[in-house]
């Protein structure tokens, strides 16, 4: 039986990110292991129910004596590194999220352990992950050697599967100075309330054609109408000035897995197609019946979005 530790992030009001169910399923595998669930700077009573539906056994609240872990990336790797000899842990998984990435990747440097990130697929048995490449024209299985490995996994990438336990919660302190090679000095945060787009179950998402920052609002519309969806823009509407970086799917911008992505003026550019390719269901929307979107999705409706977006918020709210 082997110790795997699962790094849990959590929301600013200490709520466990959903995504992170799919990445303790990917950790549980066949069964066999001992699941730990690594909290840095947070309370394991108010996250324990959440994990524990999934598979997490043991949930280890860590933090540092006279070290402030909640916004330095160097510590917090320093105390999970520190941690993970501590409790044996030979496998290492986490979100490939942008906090996921930065601590992952400096445990990896300080345990000199394999890392891989990105990645959509696990097999513990085999100790292979599986992820894109060439800007997802096609999949490698990577094979991972050592005595510890750490795997980065695609947020919604890997589908949650219930395995409820009784979770332990337990409290580490590791023992970590402060090189002071790194001063966190300021967290400016958005002031958005928008959905988070890597959480995000339904996304969709606007082209170039949109035209104007004000014109995402038919997006915003049906967003809303969808529920809990998410607004995501394509890099040449960001490059156009019509919506933030933040906004942005693909290659240079963010990666995502939602059970449903709408294409709204989205040509279909593989720069675009890497950062939605895992999506569960493509839905694209172009006036353009040549578009290469047409020829990666789904189901395909060759219209003007500013009729059929309007027409099927409308729709949706007509059914509620």
């Known amino acids: 039986m082997a110790n795997i530790g699962v790094l849990i992030e959590t929301s600013d009001n200490n709520e466990v990110k959903k995504t992170n169910f799919g990445v303790i399923t990917a950790a549980r595998g066949e ?20 994990v524990q539906e999934y598979g997490i056994g043991k949930l280890v609240e860590i933090s540092a004596d006279g070290a402030n872990l909640s916004s330095n990336p160097e510590l917090q790797a320093k105390a999970l590194a520190e941690a993970m000899k501590h409790f044996e842990i030979n496998a290492l998984f986490g979100l490939s999220s942008m906090q ?13 352990a394999p890392l891989t990130l990105d990645c959509v697929g696990v097999n513990l048995a085999e100790d292979t992950v599986t992820k894109f490449h060439f800007a997802g024209k096609t999949f490698a299985t990577i094979k991972l050697t050592g005595e510890c490995r750490i795997c980065g996994i695609r947020p919604n990438a890997i589908e949650a599967k219930a395995g409820p336990c009784e979770a332990e919660v337990m409290s580490f302190q590791a023992d970590v100075q402060d090189s002071g090679r790194m001063k966190v000095k300021e967290l ?6 928008r959905v988070e787009l890597t959480e995000a179950d339904i996304i969709i998402t606007g082209g170039r ?23 995501g823009a394509s890099r040449m ?4 000035g019509f919506a933030p970086h933040d906004m942005q799917v693909g290659q240079t911008g963010k990666t995502v897995s939602p059970k449903l992505y709408i ?6 550019a593989i720069q675009h197609f890497a950062g939605m390719k895992t999506s569960k269901v493509i ?6 019946p040549d578009a290469p979107i047409f020829a ?25």
């Open 296 to 320: 990666k999705c789904d189901y395909g409706l060759v219209g003007d979005m500013f009729e059929v977006v309007p027409a099927l918020t409308q729709a949706l709210k007509s059914d509620n």
């Open 100 to 112: 996921g990435k930065d601590i992952l990747a400096r445990t990896a440097a300080i345990l000199n």
């Open 237 to 240: 509407a960001v490059d156009s």
């Open 188 to 193: 400016k945060k958005g002031a958005s309330e």
């Open 283 to 288: 839905v694209a929307i172009n006036k353009d």
């Open 209 to 231: 054609p949109i035209g104007s920052e004000e014109n995402f609002k038919i997006l915003h519309d049906c967003a809303e109408a969808l529920g809990e969806a998410a607004v």
């Open 263 to 268: 294409a709204c003026g989205v040509s279909g």
């Open 31 to 50: 069964g066999g292991n001992e699941i730990f669930g690594l909290l840095i700077n947070g309370s394991g009573l108010t996250c324990k129910d959440a």
